[in-house]
Nanobody, 124 residues
């Protein structure tokens, strides 16, 4: 069972930035396509961004395009989500997820492994 650990969440004012990180305890993250999802209170978990294991493909939710950037640092076994121009509606628990194949699904069932999540709160 792969263990994914997220970090970097916190409280930030609207317009600010945060960078989330995700590391894998088993295989290196270079073995996986990685995704970020988020879940706000009372809402379903939704796709935010994803990056293929090769790094050649990325995908973003329309709501974060131009503000969030997903990247991977295979040397440090880490995937990052740089979040800029944060809005109060970005407030949610953010989850890291992983899958074996090289495509980037935008749905939760497309991922095998999940982290425990990190809280991001954006104040207005």
């Amino acid at each position: 069972q792969e263990q994914l650990v997220e970090s970097g969440g916190g409280l930030v004012q609207a317009g600010g930035s945060l960078r989330l990180s995700c590391t894998a305890s088993g295989r290196t993250v270079s073995s996986y396509t990685m995704g970020w999802f988020r879940q706000a209170p009372g809402k379903e978990r939704e796709f935010v961004a994803g990056i293929s294991w090769s790094g050649g493909s990325t995908a973003y939710a329309d709501s974060v395009k131009g503000r969030f950037t997903i990247s991977r640092d295979n040397a440090k076994n880490t995937v990052h989500l740089q979040m800029n121009s944060l809005k109060p509606e970005d407030t949610a628990v953010y989850y890291c997820a992983a899958r074996w194949t090289n495509n980037v699904p935008t749905y939760t069932s497309g991922y095998m492994y999940w982290g425990q999540g990190t809280q991001v709160t954006v104040s207005s």
